[in-house]
């Protein structure tokens, strides 16, 4: 009796393991399709591997590459790897019978994204197009199926033109819940609407202009509480002012700032972080230090009008 038992015991187990070889073997042969199926996207996702959780409670996709299909020499070109890209609540109905991808959860996990901006003079192309470029590629990934929840874990930012750093994000955590992908939102990093958002970085980098840089340390942003708090921010020049004065050929005021900490709460859901339009109820800055350099033996630039601070802020 008992031998029949360990018998029908080890059947189970064979059985067992081979419907997870079997339904692995499955889910690889579609999976493939299912990600890269829509004829107007953007980007093509591959991967190295694929593991099938246990009990099929998910997938994991190891080493993936995010790769454009129409790479242009003129405009911003976004490249990605990403150390794994787990899919979690996916709903085996639809993806097996109607190749669709209904997932709870998709977490990119140490993402490494690097942006190459256009030439100047091939475009009017800003620092800011950076961000444009995330979210061109977060709206292409997202709307591939019905996902309902994104996170973003350790990710990393390069933006270069012409191999000269633009600008450098590190430790970029992102998340997205109940989102909404048939709901555009055009001036999120998210474009679609979503239930709750949260982002922060632990530092980034700014090229301003050839001789200026801005440098930030933590940054985070928590729409549901209408809140958005930068550390250690400082605005400097890469040269000697000096120096800069007379590459520049004139009199003009050189400005440096430090600022330890900017705190904006009560943000309008109106206002858009990246191009700069802040509408909040208040604003707190604390400890600001300016330096201000002219240097005399230069030309004087012809008089013009000085935009005022109370036209700033209102």
């Known amino acids: 009796m008992k031998k029949i038992i360990g018998i029908v015991l080890v059947s189970l187990l064979v059985l067992i393991f081979g419907f997870f070889l079997v339904a692995e073997w499955w889910v690889e042969q579609i999976f493939d399709e299912v990600m ?7 980007y093509n996702v591959t991967y190295a591997d694929l593991d099938l959780h246990t009990f099929l409670k998910g997938v994991t996709l190891e080493s993936a590459q995010i790769v454009p299909i129409n790479a242009s020499d003129s405009g911003t070109v976004l490249h990605g790897t990403v150390s794994h890209i787990e899919l979690s609540g996916i709903q085996w109905r639809h ?22 901006l256009g030439p100047v003079k091939q475009s009017k192309e800003k620092p800011r197009s950076s961000t444009k470029g995330l979210q061109r590629l977060f709206g292409d990934i997202l709307s591939r199926g019905e996902i309902q929840n994104f996170r973003l874990v350790n990710g990393s930012t390069e933006a270069r033109r012409d191999s000269v750093l633009i600008a450098k994000v590190a430790n970029l955590t992102i998340s997205a819940e109940e989102i909404v992908t048939d709901s555009i939102q055009a ?13 922060s970085v632990d530092s980034s980098v700014l090229q301003l202009n050839e001789y200026t840089m801005l440098r930030s340390g933590y940054f985070g942003y928590q729409e549901d509480q209408s809140q958005l708090e930068l550390n250690n921010i400082m605005m400097s020049f890469t040269d000697d002012r000096m120096q800069v004065s007379q590459r520049l050929g004139k009199q003009v ?21 990246s191009e700069l339009d802040i509408r909040a109820q208040s604003m707190l800055i ?18 013009s009008a000085k935009p005022m601070f109370s036209g700033m802020v209102r």
């Open 253 to 273: 005021d050189l400005i440096e700032a430090k600022v330890k900490l900017l705190k904006i709460d009560g943000l309008d859901a109106t206002s858009n972080v």
């Open 95 to 116: 993806f097996f019978f109607s190749k669709k991808a209904n997932v709870r959860e998709m977490v990119f996990i140490k993402p490494d994204f690097q942006i190459s």
């Open 187 to 199: 001036k999120s990093l998210i474009p679609f609407k979503v239930g709750s958002f949260t982002a």
């Open 36 to 42: 890269n199926e829509k004829p107007d996207r953007v």
């Open 286 to 303: 604390d400890e600001f230090e300016l330096k201000d350099f002219r240097d005399k033996n230069q030309q004087r630039p012809p008089d």
